[in-house]
């Protein structure tokens, strides 16, 4: 499984990283995994999850973390986590 996080700001792209995992966990243990390890490298603290956030990576496997799903204030616009191969 790839995943591409994305920190955009004012529609740039900032910076961004992909996080591989071959291992034998869960598809959602994969992308806790993989969302920890991007927040490390960003040096983020861990967004919160919201329905809307669910709902979207459900239907396109794909989301995006705004200022509300971060306790720490953030200096970018949002942050966004997408699929690129399961």
Do not use: G
Request: glycine share 0%.
């Amino acid at each position: 499984m790839r995943i591409w996080f994305k920190e955009w700001k004012d529609n740039h792209m900032i910076r961004d990283l992909v996080v591989s995992s071959d291992n034998d966990d869960t598809r959602t243990h994969k992308i806790f995994q993989a969302l920890e390890q991007a927040c490390y490298e960003f040096d983020l603290s861990k967004p919160i999850w919201l329905d809307a956030n669910i709902a979207e990576f459900k239907r396109h496997a794909k989301t995006r973390f705004r200022s509300d799903n971060f306790v720490d204030s953030i200096e970018f616009d949002y942050l966004e986590m997408q699929v690129i191969e399961e």
